[in-house]
């Protein structure tokens, strides 16, 4: 499609939005662990009050009989299914939330047509299992291949296609409609695993963020130049990023140096650590300051979610590293465009090994 063509290449000059977008849904994912994790039951009260919310509609449904036709599968037998000579049975305590970062300018606004409403390029699923309150973050690529429903600028639907699924976001109004279609494109990536809400941040959201938190302290790995080429960040420097310099530092890079992106993705790496230490003492010690951090960022997101809500629900929740996992598969170039080709046996191994459970009995 000519909006695919045209969107993505301009996304290969340098790769900046893209990069950014994906720390933006890592903040996300800090954000929220660190929230479940230390925000007292004052929270959860403020929460009880409130209406109920689109993460309660979760997972009421098995996946459908789609994920029976891989070639190793059975067909579904009361809600078991058969998979390399075991019997594994959906887990019905699971809830799942789809993050999003999303490529757009400033605060979310209405696309001006239904094929601008930018892409997402980063894509997490937070998978919440509320028997054992534990949590696994999924990572999708942003050019994995999968159907994603087309449209035509005027909003008229055009055809369903395989296409890069950060597109599908593209197509809707920048707003909840995209937000919409996206989890559906991700749904049924997932052979219909059912998610429960969405949260999606605009990428400039992270600054806000930032700021509310009165900044991030970082020591600062490699000299770092603005747009005159002057050096404002020296190496070895103990600086507080704030403002322009926190997006500075996260997404700037020198061009003419050869692999300087993996420079850059150690800066991010670091900033994340210190970010979520930041956000682990505010809301340990001053509750209201990581919440506000959250507010700061508030007009740069979409939401199914009621976050509070969603906060209390999943204080104390365990996450750890090896509970991180990414859908399995391939980068090839396609006629014009790389693509993400999924490991599709590989993926039905990761699905039923975060979503279901043995039977032994």
């Avoid at 639907?157 to 919409?180: P, V, W």
Wanted: glycine share 8%; proline share 2%; charged share 25%.
């Amino acid at each position: 499609m000519e909006m695919n063509k045209r969107e993505d290449k301009e996304k290969s000059k340098g790769g900046i939005i893209a990069i950014a977008a994906t720390v933006v849904v890592a903040v996300i994912v800090v954000l929220s662990i660190v929230l479940f994790q230390k925000l007292q039951a004052s929270a959860g009260k403020k929460a009880a009050a409130g209406t109920e919310t689109a993460e309660t509609v979760a997972v009421e449904n098995q996946p459908s009989e789609a994920v029976t036709e891989e070639p190793t599968t059975e067909k579904w037998q009361e809600g078991d299914v058969r998979y390399k000579d075991k019997i594994y049975r959906y887990n019905m305590d699971i809830k799942t939330y789809l993050f999003m970062g999303i490529d757009r300018q400033g605060v979310v606004t209405e696309a001006e047509d239904s094929i601008s409403g930018g892409q997402s390029d980063a894509m997490f699923l937070l998978v919440v299992d509320t028997s054992s309150q534990n949590v696994s973050i999924i990572s999708i690529h942003r050019n994995a291949m999968t159907p994603i429903d087309v449209y035509y600028p005027d909003g008229s639907f055009n055809t369903t296609e395989t296409m890069q699924i950060c597109l599908q976001h593209a197509y809707g109004d920048g707003k909840r409609l995209s937000c919409d279609r996206t989890q559906h494109a991700v749904e049924k990536l997932f052979y219909n695993i059912p998610i429960s809400g969405y949260i999606a941040m605009n990428m400039e959201g992270i600054q806000a963020m930032n700021d509310a938190l009165g900044g991030v302290s970082v020591d600062v790995l490699e000299d770092i130049k603005d747009s005159s080429g002057q050096v404002v960040l020296k190496k070895g420097e103990t600086v507080r990023l704030q403002g322009d310099m926190a997006m500075l530092y996260l997404r700037g890079r020198d061009t003419s140096q050869y692999d300087s992106a993996s420079g850059r993705l150690k800066r991010q790496e670091q900033y994340l650590i210190n970010l979520a230490a930041e956000l682990s003492a505010a809301a340990s010690e001053e509750e209201d300051r990581a919440m506000t951090a959250y507010n700061a960022a508030e007009p740069y997101v979409v939401s199914s979610v009621d976050f509070a809500s969603m906060v209390s629900q999943l204080v104390g929740y365990g996450f750890d590293a090896s509970r991180m996992y990414t859908v399995p598969g391939q980068v090839q170039m396609g006629d014009e465009l790389e693509e993400y080709i999924v490991d599709q046996e590989g993926l039905y191994d990761l699905i039923i090994q975060v979503f279901y459970k043995e039977v032994t009995d």
